[in-house]
């Protein structure tokens, strides 16, 4: 059926369409060819960003607002990318930075170098679901041998887990700064580690980071408790708290209005005066209650009147109205305190501790810190840049670098980067292949093939030859050096181990499992049908146009 026609079937020399006109539709190879080069087209988009020495992507769009990133998943998130195909291949990345926090682009090249193998075998008439039986093969197997190389690591062990973090953040523009940044994020994922069922679970959102600019990523500081961008509500609080004992309070500080329709009829100036008394001294009695608890640092997550405000400023009291609602689930996980919905029921048990909660101005923008809180389930990193595109490509850099170093924690594995896991799998895949007879062989030994994508960018994006560092790669893992991987400065073949180029297990297993998938999935389409966008406006209800004739 020639490219491009609508479904037509045909009866007594009669067509029938079936789709409406302008339908666009693509059968066959045709169909698989369009896919696989939109796939591709992604991955190649993003391979030059790989490694240490990967270059930067400059994104702007249709505003004039530029993103200028090394991260796989923010590439292609800013990328508006319209081909079905292309935007599997987005969620290959969104997915692998969900479950892990890095390793997006590696997930997205793999998947693009299955499908460049596999559009190789389609041209040799292998049928795709044959490819696909190959693959899953192959992924199944690799998953295994991964396993079987990696390492065991725990949370107490801080040399690895460092190193963990530098190579997450390796290659994005900040490197100078990575040993430091490193151990900020080492720090912070321990403080928020929980055991539950002997298994350690770190959730990544009890890590917050807010971002400044206007110093250097050297500045960037783990705060042992929460940072919150608000201000103090009156100028007469103190603007430091040590000690603080601290009131998180769900509840307006003001006089609500009455719940039901209520008319208050005032005849005389006396009762006016008497009501606003009455207003002031329910203000009063609110601040007196705070008191009565032994607090000495309010955080509200609604409004504070400004009559308690000055109240609460003559006892000395510090107060910061209109916290965000995460931001408040955050400080009782950090200070230990319990957050109240009525004032009524605050007791000196609810209160939470920090040493010292003070506000400060950075880049312009009054902040208020809770800090060095006893033992802190949420923290927060304050990431620092000298300009705002470089904080937040910092940002990336330690968003990703807290991902791994989490979920090697988690996993409780690690495995030697700089290329070696992929070699390794990549050449005991085709010592597997040799037990398959026939057309599956082949897909396992292209998946081994296209595993090598891998230690190849490594090598063509630090101006290596590819050529020559792959053959050496191979001939060192053919002698059992099973954890040899590029050393990109040096140009040479060395132990991953010894240059600390260590990742975690999770990172490699996510991004196998889910390019393969991403490749079996396209590769099963045979058939695009799509709607044409013909420039028309809506049809007319027929009911108008009866009343109209």
Do not use: W
């Amino acid at each position: 059926m020639p490219n491009g026609k609508a479904m037509v079937g045909q009866l007594g020399g009669q067509p029938i369409l079936i789709l409406p006109e302008g339908t666009l539709r693509t059968v066959g190879r045709d169909a698989q060819r369009n896919n696989i080069a939109a796939a591709r087209a992604v991955a190649d988009a993003v391979r030059t960003t790989l490694g240490p020495k990967g270059m930067d992507k400059m994104l702007v769009d249709s505003i004039g607002d530029i993103v200028i990133t090394n991260d796989g998943v923010t590439i292609l998130e800013e990328m508006e990318i319209e081909h079905p195909s292309a935007k599997m291949m987005v969620e290959v990345a969104k997915t692998q930075n969900e479950e892990v926090g890095d390793g997006t682009t590696t997930s997205v090249i793999i998947a693009g170098e299955l499908l460049k193998k596999a559009e190789e075998l389609l041209e040799q008439e292998i049928h795709p679901t044959v490819i696909t039986k190959g693959f899953r093969i192959a992924k199944d197997e690799a998953l295994k041998i991964l396993d079987e190389i990696s390492k065991p690591v725990s949370l107490e062990d801080t040399e690895t887990l460092n190193k963990i973090a530098i190579t997450a953040m390796s290659g994005k523009s900040m490197e100078k700064a990575s040993p430091k940044l490193a151990d900020l994020v080492v720090q912070a994922v321990k403080m928020v580690a929980k055991k539950e069922d002997g298994k350690i679970v770190v959730d990544t959102d009890n890590i917050k980071r807010e971002k400044r600019h206007g110093g250097s990523s050297e500045d960037t500081e783990l705060i042992k408790g929460i940072v919150i961008d608000k201000e103090v509500v009156h100028p007469g609080m103190p603007k430091t708290v040590r000690n603080a004992k601290i009131a998180l309070i769900d509840a307006a500080l003001e006089v609500k209005e009455t719940e039901t329709n209520a008319e208050i009829r005032i005849t005389s100036p006396e009762q006016m005066q008497a009501f606003i008394e009455q207003e002031q001294k329910m203000l009063k009695d609110m601040v007196e209650k705070i008191v009565a608890s032994g607090a000495n640092v309010v955080l509200c997550q609604k409004g504070i009147d400004d009559i308690a405000q000055h109240y609460l400023a003559k006892k000395g009291i510090l107060a910061c109205r209109r916290v965000k609602k995460s931001d408040m689930e955050a400080l009782a996980k950090a200070t230990g305190a319990r957050i109240v919905t009525t004032l009524d029921d605050l007791t000196p048990e609810d209160l939470g501790f920090a040493k010292l909660v003070e506000e400060k101005k950075i880049a312009g923008e009054a902040m208020t810190f809770i800090r060095e809180c006893k033992d802190p389930k949420a923290v927060t990193i304050l990431v620092r840049g000298s300009t705002e595109h470089v904080v937040d490509e910092v940002d990336r850099s330690v968003e990703d670098a807290v991902g791994a170093v989490a979920s090697a924690v988690e996993i409780g594995k690690i495995i030697y980067g700089a290329g070696a896991p992929e070699e390794e799998v990549s050449r005991r895949l085709r010592k597997f292949a040799e037990k398959f007879s026939g057309r599956e062989q082949l897909a396992i030994l292209s998946f081994a093939d296209a595993l090598e994508v891998v230690p190849r960018s490594l090598a063509e994006n630090a101006g290596l030859d590819p050529i020559d560092i792959l053959v050496e790669l191979r001939a060192a893992h053919e002698q059992g050096k099973k954890y040899h991987g590029i050393d990109i400065f040096n140009g040479k073949v060395v132990d991953a181990n010894e240059m600390g180029v260590i990742e975690p297990l999770k990172v490699k297993t996510q991004a196998i499992k889910s390019a393969a998938e991403a490749a079996e999935m396209i590769l099963r389409i045979d058939d695009v049908i799509s709607a044409s966008k013909l420039e028309r406006g809506p049809p007319s209800p027929p009911a108008a146009e009866e009343a109209e004739a």
